[in-house]
């Protein structure tokens, strides 16, 4: 019987704490959390290999080869994010395409986030995006990534101007780009925390002490259910 091994990057530790809950084998990562499962179902079996990375893209990079280069066939991600268009505080966003709004070339006479000679928006895999939005019963939007928090109206006018953004984070873009340079199929799931304006900090505080957002729970369900999925294991 085929074996699907599987990743998941998660970047606040927060957000990871019920990873630890799930009854897996403890498998650091660089000296932070990891932990190692193993499904089984009618169409087949899944390693699921899940890593805290901590925040931002450079983090989220690294968890993503270190998961690549241990034989992992696709990625998965969710996390809070800001709400930038579209989405209402609390709502689920299935992320579609993926940029970094913080990448700048300007000087040198490139629009903002294009980086040269290479693709520099990055598309989710076509086959998880339909599973999960249909599992989970949410819309999908374009995910803007960036080392910053964003908390500035003018920022994220900017960001639904210039991007059509749903919502923005610090990792997605960095985790799809590493996916598309191995050809490794990606799939990130956000729940928006705030409004992505001045009073951005303390809703997002908020919601990531709140444990009714699980967002980990729904990534396991959705891991589990892929066992008796002929799409996967084809």
Do not use: W
């Not at 990871?16 to 193993?38: D, L, Q, T, V």
């Not at 994220?156 to 873009?173: I, P, Q, R, V």
């Not at 959705?222 to 002929?230: P, S, W």
Request: glycine share 10%.
């Amino acid at each position: 019987m085929k074996i699907l091994k599987i990743g998941i990057v998660i970047a606040d530790d927060m957000e990871y704490a019920p990873f630890s809950n799930f009854g897996g084998e403890i498998a650091p990562y660089f000296g932070r959390a990891g932990h190692k499962f193993r499904f089984s179902g009618e169409k087949g079996d899944i390693e699921l290999y899940s890593v805290y990375c901590g925040i931002g893209k450079v983090n989220a990079a690294a968890a993503t080869m270190h998961l690549i280069d241990g034989g992992c066939e696709m990625i998965l991600n969710a996390g809070l994010s800001g709400g930038i268009s579209g989405v209402s505080r609390g709502e689920l966003v299935a992320g579609d395409r993926f940029l970094e709004h913080d990448f700048d070339l300007t000087p040198l006479g490139f629009e903002k986030g294009v980086k040269p000679g290479q693709d520099y928006i990055y598309e989710a895999d076509k086959t998880l995006l339909e599973y999960f939005k249909n599992l989970l019963s949410i819309k999908s939007g374009t995910l803007v990534t960036g080392d910053c928090f964003v908390s500035d109206s003018v920022l994220k006018a900017e960001l639904t101007n210039k991007y059509s953004a749903a919502a923005c984070d610090m990792e997605t873009a960095a985790i799809a780009s590493v996916c598309h340079m191995a050809k490794v199929p990606f799939f990130s799931v956000r729940r928006v925390s705030d409004d992505a304006g001045e009073s951005a900090g303390s809703a997002y505080r908020e919601m990531n002490e709140n444990e009714k957002f699980d967002l980990a729970e729904l990534l396991m369900r959705g891991v589990k259910e892929m066992c008796n999925c002929d799409k996967f294991f084809c």
